[in-house]
């Protein structure tokens, strides 16, 4: 369930409504800006406001199911209506709209970037509530391979996983050999983008993991070593064969490059 939006609060329910004919769905963002006035209620008794109080007055109806019959088409026939409703946009003839598709928590100073498409993105199908991923994931350090396993399984698996910030130049610790400090977070996020396909020979990966997930490793295609940094743009999630071939082959610099035209997400560093 939403929750009524307080002054301070750093995040916010948006309500959205379904496309009408397959359309695009409607959300109630601030498109008369953060001081226009808004029209919302119900269609026979309209209210106006401004666009946090018009937004507070949704939730509140929505949440107390406020509803009242109106005599409409001159006294001709009954109707029952709910006062959790919005008007998309301010010319006349603009629809009403409800919280039909769901609703989705934003955060407030992203209120005016958003567009209706990513909080009709945040609802798929049968879910009614959702959180807008936020846009950049903190980086999740890991100073040994099996923490480094543990919290990218973790990441992978969450519903919600934005865009790694990843590092620009990771830390390096010296034990037998060089290690780096490294994002859980890029990890998964590349596991994930590779969808079990390895991104260099574009094959299955080779199998499954205990925890269901497929098995690919991430090879940075800039060593670490030689200052490449742990970013997404710099990783790719490879089977076991290609990552020996990447590191051991002779033709690994020929190989490593193909990558770059093969993988959208990765930048030459
Ligand atoms: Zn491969
Ligand atoms: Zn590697």
């Keep these: 369930m939403i929750s009524i939006f307080k002054d301070g609060d750093a995040s916010i ?50 949440v107390e199911n406020e509803h009242k019959v109106f005599v409409v088409n001159s006294g001709r026939k009954e109707e029952k209506q709910y006062r959790a409703r919005w008007r998309h946009g301010n010319e006349t003839g603009s629809p009403l709209l409800g919280p039909t598709l769901g609703w989705v928590r934003v955060q407030v ?28 994931v903190e980086p999740v350090l890991c100073d ?17 996983l934005g865009k790694p910030l990843g590092q620009a130049a990771p830390a390096s610790q010296m034990s037998s050999t060089e290690q780096f400090v490294r994002d859980a977070a890029v990890v998964a996020y590349v596991l994930r983008d590779a969808r079990g396909i390895c991104e260099c020979c574009v094959q ?4 499954t993991k205990p925890n269901g997930l497929p098995y690919l490793e991430v090879h940075h295609v800039k060593r670490l070593a030689s200052g490449g940094s742990d970013k997404i743009s710099n990783a ?16 690994s ?3 490593a490059e193909s990558l770059y035209s093969k993988v959208s997400r990765l930048e030459r560093e």
């Design 13 to 62: 329910w948006i309500p959205v409504a379904k496309g009408k004919n397959g359309g695009p769905a409607r959300a109630f963002l601030p498109i008369n800006g953060l001081e226009g006035t808004y029209r919302y209620g119900y269609k026979a008794a309209p209210s106006t406001g401004g666009y946090f109080d018009a937004l507070r007055d949704v939730q509140q109806s929505f």
């Design 109 to 136: 100073d992203r209120l005016d970037e958003l567009a209706e498409s990513h909080l009709e993105k945040a609802l798929p199908e049968g879910v009614k509530f959702a959180e807008l991923p936020t846009a950049d």
């Design 144 to 160: 040994s391979p099996e923490s480094l396993e543990h919290e990218a399984s973790k990441l992978f698996l969450e519903t919600k």
């Design 204 to 207: 299955s990966a080779p199998f």
């Design 236 to 251: 790719v999630a490879v089977c076991p064969n290609c990552h020996r071939e990447l590191h051991h082959g002779a033709n």
């Design 253 to 255: 610099v020929e190989l």
